[in-house]
């Protein structure tokens, strides 16, 4: 018999709180000051340093959580200006004060105004100007620098954003599909952080999948994780929603809900947030296919997917109903759990899909055409998984 001390329990309650409280950090607020411009010399007209300007540098692989281990006062306020001096007319300038954020990093300044935002590694953004220092013109009294709180609003860049309700399977196709190594549950279980994921092929191409968390119903009202998953979904090339067969309900105080009306939610909650999110080119996996029943399912609800617009349209539930229908470049249904082949024909299908919407950018087709023309490119030519 094996008897577990309090203590035990109690150490395992502080380790799972702390990787909660140290979970993924997706918005960080500092504080940042421009150096103060250095004094005149009005006897020689001496002209005082410039006050040292704060800039941010975005860089590859770097996070808000180094940001904010590497600084946890959060202050970075650069080098003042040198006063003019007998021995130097012309101040020396103040040293500026870089630090380094993650790609992808949007800053605001503290009334929301957006100041800019770092997409590219190597990208140089200025957040306070130093003061100029002092001459003729301002008495020889050197100014301030520019103070201001700044948040860092980190959105992940990614080629493709899995959309879905918890246990839907995003985390097992990621698994699957890719190196990251995401926690699974069998119950109702929402991913608390992003996982990211690198999908390899034999040519060494690379496309990036993220697992976004805390989509439930009413998220895009910021319940359960709200904004903070919603505004992940931004910067995604493709959607690519993942529905249960069997439907999905988050616990006893929700209904449940069947499969076609669970992608009418998900539908919604995008377009309450953003209905430009709807513009992006969207697949659906069906998943769960292993399940008892869920072939009859899906042929039950394959053609009102294809015909999704008529099946919003006939809805009773008006509440329920999305103004802008999503759109499917295409449909397959999987188990992402038991079937490799389902799991690389999608592989597959993910970079042929991406493929196809770059070319159609490069020839900036009519974008009233694009999902017509996104179809046609990809038809399946050879089996049809069913």
């Known amino acids: 018999m094996v008897v577990v001390s309090p203590s035990l329990f109690a150490k395992l309650r502080k380790l799972s709180r702390k990787y909660l409280r140290h979970g993924f950090r997706d918005s960080l607020k500092v504080f940042v000051s421009g150096g103060s411009g250095g004094n005149g010399l009005p006897k020689f007209g001496g002209v005082g340093g410039k006050g040292g300007d704060v800039n941010v540098i975005a860089k590859e692989e770097v996070t808000l959580d180094d940001v904010y281990k590497k600084n946890k006062s959060k202050r970075y306020v650069a080098e003042s200006g040198r006063h003019s001096s007998h021995n130097f007319i012309l101040g020396v300038a103040g040293e500026n004060n870089n630090f380094e954020v993650p790609v992808g990093v949007t800053l605001y300044d503290e009334n929301g105004k957006k100041i800019g935002e770092l997409n590219n590694g190597g990208e140089e953004l200025l957040v306070a100007r130093g003061g100029l220092g002092g001459h003729k013109k301002n008495g020889y009294k050197g100014l301030p620098g520019i103070s201001h709180n700044v948040r860092l609003d980190l959105k992940l860049i990614a080629d493709i954003g899995l959309v879905g309700f918890p246990n839907a399977g995003k985390s097992t196709l990621l698994k699957a599909i890719s190196h990251a190594k995401p926690r699974i549950a069998s119950y109702p279980f929402t991913t608390l952080r992003p996982n990211l994921g690198i999908i390899e092929y034999k040519d060494f191409r690379q496309i990036s999948?993220?697992?976004?968390?805390?989509?439930?119903?009413?998220?895009?009202?910021?319940?359960?994780?709200?904004?903070?998953?919603?505004?992940?979904?931004?910067?995604?090339?493709?959607?690519?929603?993942?529905?249960?067969?069997?439907?999905?309900?988050?616990?006893?105080?929700?209904?449940?809900?069947?499969?076609?009306?669970?992608?009418?939610?998900?539908?919604?909650?995008?377009?309450?947030?953003?209905?430009?999110?709807?513009?992006?080119?969207?697949?659906?996996?069906?998943?769960?296919?292993?399940?008892?029943?869920?072939?009859?399912?899906?042929?039950?609800?394959?053609?009102?997917?294809?015909?999704?617009?008529?099946?919003?349209?006939?809805?009773?539930?008006?509440?329920?109903?999305?103004?802008?229908?999503?759109?499917?470049?295409?449909?397959?249904?999987?188990?992402?759990?038991?079937?490799?082949?389902?799991?690389?024909?999608?592989?597959?299908?993910?970079?042929?899909?991406?493929?196809?919407?770059?070319?159609?950018?490069?020839?900036?087709?009519?974008?009233?055409?694009?999902?017509?023309?996104?179809?046609?490119?990809?038809?399946?030519?050879?089996?049809?998984?069913?």
């Open 209 to 386: 999948m993220a697992d976004l968390p805390g989509l439930i119903e009413g998220a895009y009202a910021n319940k359960g994780m709200g904004h903070k998953f919603l505004k992940h979904v931004e910067r995604t090339k493709l959607l690519l929603m993942i529905v249960d067969i069997n439907g999905f309900q988050l616990s006893p105080q929700y209904p449940h809900r069947d499969c076609m009306e669970t992608i009418m939610l998900l539908n919604k909650e995008l377009e309450m947030y953003d209905e430009t999110l709807l513009s992006k080119p969207s697949m659906i996996l069906i998943n769960k296919m292993d399940s008892e029943g869920a072939k009859e399912k899906f042929i039950e609800v394959k053609d009102k997917i294809r015909n999704f617009s008529d099946f919003v349209k006939d809805y009773s539930n008006e509440e329920m109903r999305p103004e802008n229908p999503i759109k499917f470049c295409d449909i397959m249904c999987i188990s992402a759990k038991e079937s490799s082949s389902d799991v690389a024909m999608v592989k597959e299908k993910l970079r042929h899909l991406l493929d196809v919407f770059a070319e159609l950018e490069e020839s900036e087709n009519d974008s009233k055409n694009m999902y017509d023309d996104l179809k046609k490119n990809m038809q399946v030519k050879g089996p049809v998984l069913v």
